[in-house]
C-alpha cells in the first residue's frame, strides 16, 4: 500500500481518495467512499476505466499486446504447456508438480460423465438449435442434479463443482454437436486425454472404431489455453455479479455462457468465418473494408478490434501460426484463409484501423481451424464456452474467497420523468 492520493474538485470542494497499485499495470483511485462523502456517483457505461476487483489471475498490457497467466505469457503456455496444466495454473495460482497435474487430470477426467436424466434435457431443443442455446439451458440445468456441490461457503464443495464444470463442458458441448446432427451421444473414455475424449465424443460414430489424430489433439489443445481466461471480460464480469448474490457455481456459469454468446463477444469467431466466407474472395476485401470504415453501415469487421488490445491480439498471432500448421499438416487449402490474410493486410494498412488501433483478435482466425477440423460454426462460440470455464471457475473462486467481496450492485444517472401524479385513463 503507499500514501499516494488522488483529489477530485467539485463545485470548490475537494475529495481527497486513495491510489491504490497493482503488482503491474495500471494504479486505481480507489472511490469506494466518493458517494458517501460527495452524494454524487462517477459514470462509466462501459466500464472503460473501472477496476471492478481486485484480481490475480490473468494481466493484459493493451497498448503493447501482453497476456499473462499467473505471470506466464500466453504464447510460452500455448507452446510448452498444455489446457489441463493451464486448468490448474489459472485455478491454483501455480505451475503444477507432476504428482499434483496427474491427480487434477485423474479428478477432472473422472468427473467427465454427466447425469444419465441429463440427456433427456437435450431432447426437448429442436434438432436445429443453436449450440449456446442449448449450452446456456443444459449448464443452468446440472444445479438440479449436484446438489451436493452447491454450497458456496464450503470451500471442498466449491472445488467438486470446479472440477465437474470443467470436466463436463466438452461431454455437454459434444452431446449438442451430436442432438444437432441426429446421431447418438458418444459417452466419455477414461483411456483418452481431456481433448483426445472431446473429439472422441463429438466425431465418433458407433459404425466404427475412432482413432484421436494427434495433430487434431494437439492444434485444440492449444486452442483451448488461448481462449482460457482474458481478465475481467464481459462474460468473467457477468459470471463474477451472477457469484456475488451468492448463486450457486453452475447457474453462474451458465450466465456466463449467455453473454459469450454475444457476438460482439465470443460469438464473434462464428460471425468472423461467415463474414470472411461471405467475402469468398481476396478480390472483395476492399469493398468490405470500406463498408467497415463507413459510418452508415452498421458492418464491422468480425474478429477485428478489442476493447482492451490497442495492438495486436497476442492469441490471434499464435492462432494464425496454428492455422497454417493445421492446414498444412491436414493438406487443406481453405481460401477462406488467403481471404483472411488479404483482409489483415489491407485492413493494418489502412488510416482508418491503424488509427482507432484495430487489430485482429483472438476470434479473426480461430475459425479456420474449427472449420478445417470439422466443427460446423454453430458449434465455435460452444468451443469458446468450453475452454473459458476454466477462467471463468477460476474467476468465480476468487471472487467468493475475497474479503473484501460484497454483491454488485451499480448505480445510475437517472435521467427519466421526475414525480408526477397518477392520472386516470378516462382524463388522458
Ligand atoms: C472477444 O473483453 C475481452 O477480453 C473479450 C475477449 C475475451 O477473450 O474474453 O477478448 C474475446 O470478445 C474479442 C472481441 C470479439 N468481437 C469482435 O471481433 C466484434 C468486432 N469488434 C467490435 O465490435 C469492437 O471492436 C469490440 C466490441 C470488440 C470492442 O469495442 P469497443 O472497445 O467498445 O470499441 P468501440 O465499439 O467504441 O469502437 C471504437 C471505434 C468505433 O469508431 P468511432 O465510433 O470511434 O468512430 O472503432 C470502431 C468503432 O466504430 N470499430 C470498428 C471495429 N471495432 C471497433 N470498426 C470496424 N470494424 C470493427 N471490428
Not at 504447456?81 to 508438480?97: C, I, N, Q, R, W
Not at 450457486?248 to 457476438?263: D, E, M, R
Not at 470500406?290 to 490471434?316: C, E, Q, S, T
Not at 487489430?359 to 466443427?375: E, H, K, M, T
Request: aromatic share 10%; glycine share 8%.
Amino acid at each position: 500500500m503507499t500514501d499516494k492520493t488522488a483529489t477530485l474538485s467539485v463545485g470548490g470542494k475537494d475529495y481527497e481518495m486513495p491510489v491504490l497499485p497493482g503488482s503491474v499495470g495500471p494504479e486505481v483511485v480507489d472511490i469506494r467512499k466518493f458517494y458517501g462523502q460527495s452524494g454524487m456517483f462517477t459514470y462509466d457505461p462501459g466500464f472503460t476505466s473501472t477496476a471492478s476487483a481486485q484480481s490475480a489471475i490473468t494481466f493484459i498490457d493493451g497498448e503493447e499486446g501482453i497476456l499473462l497467466h499467473r505471470g506466464y505469457p500466453i504464447d510460452q503456455l500455448a507452446e510448452k504447456s498444455t489446457f489441463m496444466e493451464v486448468a490448474y495454473l489459472l485455478l491454483h495460482g501455480d505451475l503444477p508438480k507432476k504428482d499434483e497435474l496427474d491427480e487434477f487430470v485423474h479428478m477432472i477426467t473422472y468427473h467427465t460423465m454427466v447425469h444419465e436424466q441429463l440427456a433427456h434435457f437435450f431432447r426437448g431443443f429442436r434438432r436445429d438449435a443453436h449450440p449456446m442455446s442449448i449450452m446456456t439451458g443444459v449448464v443452468g440445468a446440472l444445479s438440479a442434479f449436484y446438489h451436493d456441490s452447491t454450497d458456496i461457503t464450503d470451500p471442498q464443495q466449491r472445488l467438486i463443482a470446479s472440477h465437474r464444470l470443467i470436466a463436463k463442458m466438452p461431454t455437454i458441448a459434444a452431446m449438442a454437436y451430436k442432438y444437432s446432427v441426429g446421431q447418438p451421444f458418444v459417452y466419455p473414455r477414461n483411456d483418452l486425454s481431456y481433448v483426445g475424449n472431446f473429439l472422441r465424443m463429438t466425431f465418433s460414430v458407433p459404425a466404427e472404431e475412432y482413432e484421436v489424430n494427434p495433430i487434431l489433439e494437439r492444434a485444440m489443445d492449444r486452442i483451448f489455453i488461448l481462449h482460457a481466461d482474458h481478465e475481467q471480460n464481459a462474460s468473467t464480469s457477468t459470471v463474477r455479479l451472477a457469484g456475488s448474490s451468492g448463486a450457486n457455481p453452475f447457474a453462474c456459469i451458465a450466465s456466463g455462457i449467455a453473454c459469450l454468446w454475444g457476438p460482439a463477444h465470443g460469438g464473434a469467431n462464428e460471425a468472423a468465418l461467415n463474414m470472411l466466407r461471405e467475402i469468398g474472395d481476396a478480390g472483395n476485401v476492399k469493398k468490405y473494408v470500406d463498408r467497415a470504415k463507413d459510418k452508415n453501415d452498421p458492418f464491422r469487421l468480425m474478429g477485428f478490434g478489442h476493447r482492451v488490445y490497442k495492438n495486436y491480439d497476442p492469441r490471434a498471432k499464435v492462432m494464425q501460426q496454428t492455422a497454417q500448421e493445421v492446414l498444412d499438416e491436414l493438406n487443406i487449402s481453405d481460401p477462406v484463409l488467403d481471404v483472411a490474410r488479404e483482409l489483415e493486410q489491407i485492413a493494418l494498412n489502412d488510416d482508418y484501423f491503424i488509427e482507432k488501433k484495430l487489430y485482429p483478435n483472438v476470434d479473426f482466425y480461430s475459425g479456420v481451424i474449427l472449420n478445417a477440423i470439422g466443427f460446423p460454426t454453430e458449434m465455435f462460440t460452444a468451443l469458446f464456452a468450453l475452454a473459458r470455464t476454466t477462467g471463468w471457475v477460476a474467476q468465480w473462486n476468487e471472487m467468493i474467497s475475497d474479503p473484501e467481496q460484497k454483491i454488485g450492485r451499480p448505480r445510475q444517472l437517472y435521467v427519466g420523468a421526475t414525480e408526477r401524479d397518477y392520472v386516470p385513463v378516462d382524463e388522458r
